[in-house]
């Protein structure tokens, strides 16, 4: 008899038909035999709905009192799911955050889980009900009710199966697993049936959507199996779990893209000690998000330095910028908002030193000039022109040998995944 | 330095600019040096909105979801004035009912306060916080999340009031206080300056619902001093507190009517010992709320009972009447539901015999007939045809002279109280 997390997300439980589609989905479960934990999120415009009220009365909210309202989005649907299993003649218990013990830090609106004590939802589902949890939410050791932030409910999910010893997570999504690449982008790309943690982390991290970054890294902390599959049908999406010796190494497991970021670059920097510090402590006070930097010394004892961002963070970054030219005494600065990373992410590549030379190579016959490379030991991201992105990503997967034998070309994005 | 606590209605917060409104009035109060805690109920129609998703999913939910459901609807509006008075520039914590320490026994969606420990809002107005507490809802000893049913959020306040020792329970309301009748009727009604809790009880028996019956009482059993006010202008309301020698003991504080209730009647039921008792333990049974009960014995050993219920109580009573009406062998039963009951309450009655006679003499003046009547040691109540309902209520507070001295004909209803 496993234990099943299943998580569903705003777009899954939009209407109160779908709430009804996701309590017979858990339903099938619990008639197989499993014992059955659901996580879910608020429904699909609730959230934004409580935005828009919040806005209409202040335009700085205080963090705590935002928690307090979107806090109510999950336990609207938690309710109904209940109510919708109930009314299919079988046993539901809904729980708020706080009631699955759902214990978090006391950074509002973007809390961070510390502790799970699920006691009573294991009870409920010990007991024969489906049990139904708040995703997003937790409360913090004095009380105070917190938000999780971005790619919370998913972290919820995660967290819940590890404080439970669930058997797999399932995250619920409008695609059917993790692909090799974009296939709205790339129609050859294929569905990975398995993939590790530490392929996952470097996927989200380079852009992949499928899943948020922290909610992997708590499964991975915590050994978690997470299956990331369709809400729309019953196939197996992808496993993400711990590299094994039964796992196949493929060289590389996808090619990855975003576009998200901006480039920002400090010219003519004194090129002393303390310098790079003196950058990248004031951005991180400013709470900006950095993640490909690259410095190259001049002859002229000065340097250029360059860094990408979150373009969500570009305001911060180059008031934070700004101050330190002035103080450092640099030249100038610069910002490109129309460059794109494209990355090669593979557990193999720590054995096959040749990757990089060969990506390089496929980009360049491919006409694709390279502003920015930065590596880890499964990972590889050069920044270009966004304007390439697409003829990049093609031509990698392509030369790595990711491309279906297959294929049509006239894949529907509707039936594709969203690798990136 | 007083400690006060505010509540405020669904329409008193229905929309975000009358949020606001609301906000400023808690400032001001702070400003004039109170500890101020407010108690807030959900928005204007958001329980409606929250009980139509429901009813989408379910036709009769388990009580135990609804109140997960209902019980966000408060903690939407707690935030939401927590953001307004800090977007005014002054401090405010919102507080669910589990946060705030209302405990409730586990009856879902009729819960009944328990305990207060409201440490946590005592913490937050000593530290200078408007503290705002959710009206409506608690939390059971288990941490299950509870409402409180009918007039809830009165309760709320006055349980928090009585927690906290406050010096007064203000009750906002979009009448001025209690009327000596409903003035939309009665235009020479008058506003009392003071009421007893003896006579506000049966007042709110009798029909007046400015007040709901369980929070005057739990406000009784606990001391706390309520102001009944306006939440449109700063005029003085009414004060109902214990009664004391310094209270002017008028004969008659008021004349209620009620017409929401229906009269049953049990023909020729044998006349033997346990009849009356298996008449009204069937309705127990059943949770009819039975409020007068007469029975008159016949000479030919059968006698008639009959009772008044709540119109909302009828179709289980009659269910209820017909199984009794069987087994024990009563001629037949019919309802009336073109009743209306008047009432007189006055603490002064206890020391004023005359007053029945004066009552029914003055009904009979005005050709009002009596089909029950029922007394207390300070009500009389009349069952009449729902049709004379205003001819009686007029009569009574006249001979009564309740008529205030300068009335003019067209008092506008918005103007007027809503004492019935």
Known sequence: MQLVVMKFGGTSVGTTDRVMVVARRLIEAKERGDRVVAVVSAMGDVTDDLLALASGISDAPPEREMDMLLATGEQV?????????????????SFTGAQAGIVSDASHTKARIQAVRADRVLEAVEGGAIAIVAGFQGLTP????????????????????????????????????????????????????????????????????????????????????????SSFNDSPGTIVREADETMEHAIISGVTHDTSEAKVTIRDVPDRPGVAAAVFGRLADSNVNVDMIIQNVSEAGSTDISFTT??????????????????????????DETVAKVSLVGAGMKTHPGVAATMFRALADAGVNLSMISTSSIRISCVIEAAQVETAVRALHTTFGLDSDAVTAEISPAAGGNLN
């Open 310 to 335: 979150p373009k969500e963070d570009l305001v911060r970054a180059t008031r934070a910028v700004e101050e330190v030219v002035a103080e450092l005494g640099a030249r100038d600065w610069q910002v």
């Open 77 to 93: 649907t938690i309710a109904l799911l209940a109510m919708a299993i109930h009314s299919l003649g079988h046993r539901a218990m």
């Open 142 to 229: 004095e009380g105070e009710i917190t938000t999780l932030g971005r790619g919370g409910s998913d972290t919820t999910a995660v967290a819940v199966a590890a404080g439970l010893g669930a058997d797999v997570c399932e995250i619920y999504t409008d695609v059917d697993g993790v692909y090799t690449a974009d296939p709205r982008m790339v129609p050859a790309a294929v569905k990975l049936d398995i993939v590790s943690y530490e392929e996952m982390l470097e996927m989200a991290a380079a852009g992949a959507r499928v899943l948020q970054l922290r909610a992997v890294e708590f499964a991975r902390n915590h050994g978690v199996v997470l299956h990331v599959r």
